[in-house]
């Protein structure tokens, strides 16, 4: 039979362990299902690792204690360590993810899926009663999500605290980033897994004490969404970047100096380049990265010469015989570059796979 790991991260939830255990233990042994809990706490000061300590004679507890608030995911992957179940669920001390769900997981997972996301996102599932100011940063946060990283984009909750996993997951795969709050993300990027699931349940009210989650936390989380994003998307993020400061350099040049626009154009042209590649070596392709920054400098001109010279061309010949609109004219000459500069520059400058 499976045992299953519970890891529960906590910050000062001393008033909300005993109820959590009791719930968690009602609900596995009346289905006849074996687990561990292992809490993670963060040298809490309100004493929570005490009084999980002194649960742990009572029930199946191992105790993490950690030195300092070192964040959710850190403390996700210590709990990992030591979990010595087959199917790892992670959830929440608050109690807003009730215990009584882990049955359906579990069956879920018996039923052939590597992930499961308790979603609070699919028929029958709900936030609950939140601010609509909470309801629209959560959706917002789950739209960048599917907008950055294909992974999650089959998945209608992959920000949620609350799932369950198998150990072959995560087993063997390197290199998962412990900052941030979303380990979900994590796991749904770097994880080795066939299928995801999700099972729909009610986010409750916190029993007791308040959110550990602010604004550090929204910042940390686009940062995280941003280095987890693949390069090509990053790549064209960094060309929507090039072109505002492509046009806002122009404009500068044609309005306010009056410089005609056949060499105002090139002139804008290469600080975006310069700008775009700056931008390129220190984030997109920032792993692959091989040699002096000079020689890829001069190899990334040599290589989006071609895109260069098609945005100057397109762009001047735009302006002269089309239409007399120096921004737009320079506009279509961006686009005309810019899918022409990202087939080159990834398989010559950075050589990504
Ligand atoms: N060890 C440790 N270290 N635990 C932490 C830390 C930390 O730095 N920060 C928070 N926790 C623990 C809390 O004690 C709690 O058990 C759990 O992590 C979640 O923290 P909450 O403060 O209750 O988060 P929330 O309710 O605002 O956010 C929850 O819902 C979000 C979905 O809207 C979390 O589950 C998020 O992961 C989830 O995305
Ligand atoms: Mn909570």
């Known amino acids: ?38 809490i993670v706490d963060d040298n809490s000061p309100d004493g929570t690792a005490d009084v999980a300590e002194s649960l742990s004679s009572k029930y199946p507890i191992k105790v993490v204690r950690r030195p300092g608030k070192l964040g959710l995911s850190s403390a996700v992957l210590d709990g990992f360590k030591v979990a010595e179940g087959d199917l ?29 996301i308790a979603s609070r996102y ?10 609509v100011l909470r309801k629209l940063i959560s959706k917002g946060a789950t739209l960048i999500a599917r907008i950055l990283l294909p992974q999650s984009r089959n998945v209608k909750d992959p920000m949620s605290g609350f799932f369950l996993f198998k150990r072959e997951v995560l087993e063997g795969s390197e290199g998962l980033d412990p900052k941030g709050f979303k380990i979900l993300l994590e796991i749904l990027v770097k994880g080795r897994y066939r299928s995801v699931c999700e099972v ?13 989650l602010g604004m ?24 929507g970047i090039g072109t505002i400061v492509n046009l806002a350099v122009l404009y500068v040049e044609r309005y306010l100096l009056g410089i005609p626009h056949v060499i105002a154009a090139p002139i804008a042209i290469e600080v975006s380049v310069l700008n775009n590649f700056t931008l390129n070596d220190l984030w997109t392709f920032k792993t692959a990265r091989k040699g002096s920054w ?35 004219a320079q ?23």
């Open 294 to 328: 000079v020689s890829r400098l001069v190899k990334f001109h040599g290589s989006s010469a071609a895109g260069i010279l098609t945005q100057v061309g397109v762009s001047i010949g735009t302006y002269e015989f089309i239409v007399h609109n120096s921004i737009l």
């Open 88 to 116: 790892v669920v992670v959830m929440d001390a608050d109690l807003q993810h009730p215990p009584e769900v882990i049955p359906k997981l579990v069956r879920t997972a018996a039923n052939g899926c590597d992930i499961v």
């Open 122 to 131: 699919v028929k029958g599932g709900s936030v609950g009663e939140w601010s």
């Open 216 to 239: 550090k936390e929204v910042i940390n989380y686009v940062i995280h969404v941003l280095t987890l994003s693949p390069s090509y998307l990053k790549f064209a993020i960094v060309g």
């Open 331 to 353: 506009l279509l000459g961006i686009i005309a570059g810019f899918i022409l500069n990202y087939v080159i520059s990834k398989k010559y400058v950075w050589k990504a796979k």
């Open 1 to 38: 039979m499976w045992l299953i790991s519970i890891i529960v991260p906590t910050y000062n939830e001393r008033e909300n362990i005993e109820e959590l255990v009791k719930r968690i233990d009602a609900s596995l042994r009346k289905e006849g299902l074996k687990y561990e809990i292992i």
């Open 200 to 212: 729909p349940f009610k986010f409750g009210q916190r029993f007791k004490g308040q959110s550990k």
